[in-house]
């Protein structure tokens, strides 16, 4: 719990991801969330075995993409520190996109989609600040980190998934 408290300051861009404990411990447990509310918002769109691969596979790619930054950066030593920050804040704010993804699949309220835009805002602007943070660039290059971060995720996840599975 306490080091929650630690890393819960990444999300309102007040902590440094470097400056915050190095846990194996807590960055399994973000790793298995994440992969477990990834999982639950992928088998409510798609078949379940091809959320399964999605999902592993998108993973993995962000735990690959985190570590050929962090070794460019000749910073390998900060992997579980930046990938718990990654993982941390994707998950906060992913608490906060299941229930409103369920709000806008029901309801298709206007303010459904435009909190579900603010929430995207905010998760790629916490991924912009983390890696600002680490790599010690300014916000126009931790955002554009932040987009080659999302695209290599998220995109490369998809496009190899539609191109294995179909």
Known sequence: ???LKQYLPLCWFTANPLDLPRSVR?????????FIVELFIQINMIEYFEAIFEVTLETGLTLVFVG??????KSGHS?????????????????VVVPTMIWLTITEDELSYVTMAFLMLWDFSLVAYVYKKTLGINTAAG?????????????????ITSLIIG
């Open 143 to 159: 955002a554009v980190v932040s987009l080659f971060y999302f695209t290599c995720t998220y995109g490369f996840a998809y496009g």
């Open 68 to 73: 050929l930054v962090v070794l460019l950066n």
């Open 26 to 34: 807590f960055f399994r447990l973000n790793l298995l969330f994440y």
């Open 1 to 3: 719990m306490d080091t």
């Open 79 to 95: 992997f579980i520190q930046v990938s718990s920050a990654i993982l941390f804040c994707e998950n906060v704010v992913a608490v």
